[in-house]
C-alpha cells in the first residue's frame, strides 16, 4: 500500500469519550470509526489487522478438527422461544419485524439456530462428534458500549458448537477446544490465562472464560505466577490423543476471577507466588449438556437403536474484541507496538527524501520485494511525519531509506517493539524482516 494514494485517516485530535489506550489509538491511527454509538466501520488499516486475527483463530479451530460454517445474522424468533430464551434475554437482543409482522432478531448468539440446523441432518450415532463453528457479526444492545471495539454493539465473535454421544466425550470436546484456546492466543502474541468461570445465562457445568491480562481490563483476576511462564507453542498438540497433562497443568494451578475468587486458596499460596493484576475477556467456553438438545428437539440414534439427546458446549472468541486488547497489551506513548503475527503491515517503508533517484530506486525494489506485506510512505512530507505515523501504526520492522544511505545501498531497520536500529543492505534487511 503506497501511502500517497492510501485511504489512512490519521487523527490529530482524540476524541473525548475515547477512555482507554486501544480505543485512542485506533482512532487515531485510522484504523476504526464509529458511526454509532457502539457500532464501528473497519477502515483499510484495521481490517487488514482484524483479517489476521480472525485467521488464526480459524486456522487453530481447523486444527482441532472443528468445521467451519456461516450462519446468516437475522434469526427468527420462533427459535429462541423453543429454547425460552427469548423472553429471558431482556434489552440486549435486538428484536426487528419483517415485512409480514414476523418476529425476527440480529443474532447475540447461535444455540439455537446451529442446534436447529445440526438436528435437520443428524440422525445415528455416526454423525457425532461434530463441532461447527462460524466467525460472524453479533448485535447485543449493551447498556454501556464503551472502550471501543472492547465492548460494541455490534462485534465479531468466533463459536463453535460440539455435539457428542456422552458426557465424556463431550468433556473430550471441551478440551480440544481449551488447548485450541491457548494456542490460538499464544499466536497473537497474547498470555491468555483459562480461569474456572461462572456459567451465566447460558446454563451448564464447566466454563472457562480465557483473560489477558492488562491495566485497563473490566475484571480483577488472581492468579498463580507459573502459568504466565508456560509456553503452550513449545508442543504440538495431539487433538486425536490425550490433552490431558497439558489441560491438567493449567487448572491445577490458582487463576479466578473476582466473581469466582476463594480467598482461603488464593491465601495458601506464599505471596511471592500470587499475581493479581486487571484482565480482559477474550474468550469464554461451556460445557452445558443437553440444555439445548433437549429444547430443540435434537435426538439421534445410539448404538444400541436407543434414542440419545446430544451433549453439546459452546465456545466463544471475541475477534474484534481481540483487537482492543492486543493493543492494550502492547504500546507505548507513541503508538501501537503490534506482535508479528497480527500486525496489518510487516513493515513500513520511510522514503525520507521522495524524488530522490537513490531513495525512490531503493525504496520501489525493497517494496516490490515485500510484495504486499508493506506500507511504502511516499508522501512528499517531513521525514517527523513519517516516523510518528509508523510508530503509531505499530509496523513491526521500519525500513528508513535516506539520501545518505541510499547512494550507498543501505537501509536503516528499526524494530518497532524495542526500538533497537541496524544499518544494512537490502538482502540482509530482506533476511532480518522474513526471519520467522
Ligand atoms: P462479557 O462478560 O464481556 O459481556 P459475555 O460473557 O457476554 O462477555 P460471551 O457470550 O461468552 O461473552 O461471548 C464470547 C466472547 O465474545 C467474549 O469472551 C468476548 O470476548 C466477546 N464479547 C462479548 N460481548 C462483547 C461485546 N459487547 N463487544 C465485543 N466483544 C464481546
Ligand atoms: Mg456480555
Redesign the pocket.
Known sequence: MRLSRAFLPTLKEIPAEAAIASHKLMLRAGMIRQTSA?IYAWLPLGLRALKKVEQIVREEQDAAGAQEILMPTIQSADLWKQSGRYDDYGKEMLRIRDRHEREMLFG??NEEMVTDIFKGYAKSYRDLPRNLYHIQW?F?D?VR?RFG?????????K?AYSFDLDAEAARISYKKMFVAYLRTFARMGLKAIPMR?DT?P?GGDLSH??IILAETG??QVYLHKDLLDFDVLAQKPDYEGSLDPTVDFWTSRYAATDEMHDEAAWNAIPAAEQVSARG???????FFGTKYSAAMGLSVTGADGQPVTPQMG?Y???????L??IIEANHDEAGIKWPDAVAPFRTAILNLKPGDLSTDALSEKLYAALAGDAVYDDRPDRAGVKFNDADLAGYPWQAIIGPRGAANGIIELKRRATGERVEVALEEALHRIMAP
Request: charged residues 25%.
Open positions: 457502539g447475540p448468539t453479533k447485543r449493551e458500549p471495539v472492547m465492548r460494541g454493539r455490534e462485534f465479531l465473535m463459536d468461570a451465566g447460558i472464560e480465557f473490566e475484571s480482559i475477556e477474550v474468550g469464554h467456553i461451556f459452546s466463544g472468541i471475541g475477534v474484534s474484541r481481540l482492543g486488547a
